[in-house]
């Protein structure tokens, strides 16, 4: 039994399998797609102003206050503990959500919300301590697809539901927490690692350890997906590293150590033109893009009330998840230079973001705000990917973890002060179809930066083609005339 635990342990089927199972179902809930009708509706009766400028600004600032110190405590954690926890969280924040009431329990909730988003992280680092680098990309290809089927598949059912079944929102919420409920379960059953990225690395072993087993040094996971190599292959074989123990004390010039090697990693990262103009597109669209991710329901529910019209939110988050997958699919079969023509995209689909949300503001047309967000969605999912695979490309280091952390946690602060300026009553407290105004100016002034930057670029390799071709045809001319010169000294030496 011992032996077939062990073995049961150490495939990455297994620990594979089972983090599927809990990303399918706490990424399975129906009434994702309608939580504005149910806050809005009789179950909750709140309005759509205490919805928009007082209730979801609350998670924007949980999320960010909360996200470094959770990233470090998931490492030491290693992970297991803190994916439970996320468990623990997502059904605290449904129960409160189903049978509290009140503005101020809303706020409740979305503080909860805010800490199951932080602990996300850990979803997508564990699989990384657990599996050999050989599964590596398959394992994060299915922990990645999961999520979006899993997407797909409650958005569907929630607007199956709604619109065949006439089933209330509250029923919606109670199969989201029984889905909840059996991600929390599946969560007790993963295999804890043998080790983590910085707290737990194999550079961190004691001196008492055994004479001969290899040290390495210590290297970074991130919740994108991407891995450090030599990371995952000595994470798959426990032998060679040491046991995560979160209780045992570390001494302080240890955690110093960490941050300091954290700060020089980002700073060499950080060090080229290129990764920089990449990031700075990955944080500013990231962060418009969740901002309008959150709202997108409120204006939809300002064109069409749900409490009148028929709501079509399932249909439409379905169709757009499985847009961006297609998308995002399709980019790997693209052959472009992107060194050359990313930034000229990165510019163009910008602007086609833009004008999808300009769509969305200017039209009282239902139909054309969702098709606006179909557009929007899809070109983002594009994009992030473009972005994500040419840093990785880009880096000298192996540090994709900690470029794409930090990248999303400038995302999110730069997110938080749209919240603050546009959307929180201590603000200015726009209603929706402004706000919506201001996220198209945004993105278009996203647009600009990149497509000015992409046009320089294109000018300045222009230009030094045009030089370099001069310099060879001046080259080859002196050539020449040298030639001709020693052609004549040779004659005349002749004639001499």
């Not at 309608?34 to 759509?48: E, H, M, V």
């Not at 023509?341 to 689909?349: N, P, R, T």
């Amino acid at each position: 039994m011992d032996c077939w635990k062990k073995g049961q342990s150490s495939s990455w089927i297994y620990p594979t399998l089972i983090l599927c199972i809990y990303g399918f179902f706490y990424t399975m809930k129906p009434l994702d797609s309608f939580l504005i009708p149910y806050l809005t509706g009789p179950d909750k009766n709140l309005t759509i102003d205490e919805v928009t400028n007082h209730v979801f600004p609350v998670w924007t600032y949980s999320y960010l206050v909360l996200l470094v110190p959770v990233f470090l405590i998931t490492d030491y954690m290693c992970y297991k503990p803190i994916i439970i926890l996320q468990g623990v969280s997502f059904i605290i924040t449904w129960l409160i959500l189903m049978f509290a009431q009140g503005m101020i329990a809303m706020q409740i909730v979305e503080v909860f919300y805010g800490l199951v988003t932080a602990t996300e992280i850990a979803y997508y680092s564990y699989i990384y301590s657990v599996v050999s680098a050989d599964h590596y990309q398959k394992a994060t290809s299915y922990c990645r697809s999961i999520t979006l089927v899993a997407s797909t598949v409650g958005a569907v059912l929630g607007q199956l539901l709604v619109s065949l079944a006439d089933l209330s929102y509250f029923y919606l919420s109670a199969i989201s927490l029984a889905s909840l409920s059996l991600a929390f379960v599946t969560s007790l059953l993963l295999p804890m690692p043998q080790k983590s990225m910085f707290f737990h690395s194999i550079s961190d072993t004691p001196p008492s350890s055994k004479q001969g087993e290899p040290k390495a040094s210590s290297t970074n996971e991130q919740p994108d997906g991407q891995d450090d190599k030599d990371s995952v292959k000595s994470a798959a074989n426990p032998s060679t590293s040491p046991e995560c123990h979160p209780n045992t004390a570390k001494p302080q010039n240890h955690v110093l150590r960490v941050l300091v090697q954290l700060f020089k990693d980002m700073k060499e990262c950080y060090g080229t033109k290129r990764l920089l103009y990449w990031s700075l597109w990955w944080a500013l669209a990231t962060a418009g893009f969740y901002q309008v991710l959150n709202y997108v329901q409120v204006l939809w529910d300002h064109r069409a009330p749900s409490q009148s019209s028929t709501v079509y939110n399932g249909a439409v988050e379905a169709i757009a998840t499985f847009l961006s997958s297609a998308s995002s699919l399709g980019v790997g079969y693209v052959k472009i230079n992107w060194d050359l023509s990313g930034e000229l995209a990165l510019g163009i689909f910008s602007a086609v973001n833009a004008g999808s949300l300009f769509l969305m503001h200017f039209t009282a047309n239902i139909w054309a705000c969702y098709a606006g967000y179909l557009v929007f969605k899809a070109c983002y999912m594009l994009l992030i990917t473009i972005a994500t695979f040419q840093i990785a490309i880009n880096l000298s280091m192996e540090r994709y973890a900690l470029m794409f952390g930090f990248n999303n946690l400038i995302a999110l602060v730069i997110q938080t002060i749209l919240t603050v300026v546009v959307v929180d009553a201590r603000g200015l407290g726009l209603d929706i179809v402004t706000q919506f105004l201001i996220y198209g100016s945004y993105f278009a002034v996203i647009a600009g930066i990149f497509l000015i930057r992409s046009i320089c670029t294109i000018v300045s390799i222009k230009c030094r083609k045009k030089i370099l071709c001069i310099s060879r045809e001046s080259g080859g001319q002196k050539m020449m005339e040298y030639g001709s010169k020693e052609h004549i000294i040779s004659g005349y030496t002749t004639q001499l």
